[in-house]
């Protein structure tokens, strides 16, 4: 994990051509190894009573014992919540989720958060700025694709019951849209650094996407904005400047 940040953050002058690929492609790859590994690590641990899964069940009770409680003095509710949230079923969701992206976006989202604790470490230390920021990020333009192919992939494979193909898609899916999430959270931090907005509402703005990010419920309307966002971009210039002079010709 870590050979494949250093990676993300600095990919070597010489070599082979892939190793120097774009770095959001990097970002990719390097989200799906992490997600390998770690799925391989729970393939592992699952064989035995390892300490990770002793970890892992006792999350789980911990969260089903919480759900339970929620359901107060009835009866009939604790009873329902007893068969359907139990740690083996809580597990077996995990699971689930894990493969269909779960690890994926997880890997992408640990990556994210370490690389812009590297560039706050950088401008406190050095007082400069790494390049190019998420201001200035955009998604490869043949993504869309993927994203278009991806979503009745999945109800294909599903309704044919191919496993191993419906987890790929779903993997696809998550990758395409954590990309797009970027994408918009990139339209967004553009025209929160523009220099015509003021102080005071760029604060409140910032503000106003901590607590919905920290907000259960909202947070996932927030989120498939911000994706449609970025996938908007794709036919409209989002951040194009315009020009503050007059227009060149007359006609114009």
């Known amino acids: 994990m870590i050979g494949t940040f250093v990676w993300i953050m600095a990919p070597p002058a010489l070599g082979p051509q892939f190793l120097r690929i774009r770095t959001a492609y990097r970002f990719v790859a390097a989200s799906v190894a992490g997600a390998l590994m770690f ?4 393939y592992a641990s699952n064989r035995g009573n390892s300490g990770f899964m002793v970890f892992l069940r006792a999350q789980a009770e911990m969260l089903s014992s919480l759900y339970i409680a929620s359901a107060g003095a009835d009866a009939v509710q604790q009873s329902f919540l007893e068969r359907q949230v139990s740690p083996d079923n809580i597990i077996a969701l995990m699971g689930f989720v ?4 779960g690890a994926v976006a997880s890997s992408m989202a640990m990556f994210y958060f370490s690389r812009q604790l590297a560039c706050s470490l950088a401008v406190l230390t050095r ?4 390049k190019p920021g998420l201001g200035e990020f955009h998604a490869p333009s043949r993504l869309i694709w993927a994203l278009s192919f991806s979503l009745p992939a999945i109800l294909l494979f599903r309704v044919l ?11 696809m899916l998550v990758l395409c849209a954590m990309m797009y999430l970027a994408q918009g959270g990139g339209i967004i ?11 005071f509402l760029r604060l409140v ?6 607590v919905v990010i920290f907000s259960p419920g909202i947070n996932a309307f927030a ?3 911000v994706i449609l966002l970025g996938i908007a971009e794709n036919w409209a210039p989002l ?3 315009k020009p503050n002079g007059p227009p060149s010709t007359p006609a114009a």
């Open 39 to 42: 799925m391989g690590i729970v």
């Open 98 to 101: 894990a493969q269909r992206g």
């Open 127 to 130: 007082h400069v700025q790494p």
């Open 161 to 171: 019951k191919l496993g191993l193909p419906e987890i790929a898609a779903w993997n």
């Open 189 to 199: 931090r553009f025209f929160l650094a523009r220099r015509d907005i003021s102080p």
């Open 205 to 210: 703005s910032n503000i106003l996407i901590i």
């Open 223 to 225: 989120l498939g904005a």
């Open 239 to 241: 951040r194009a400047l």
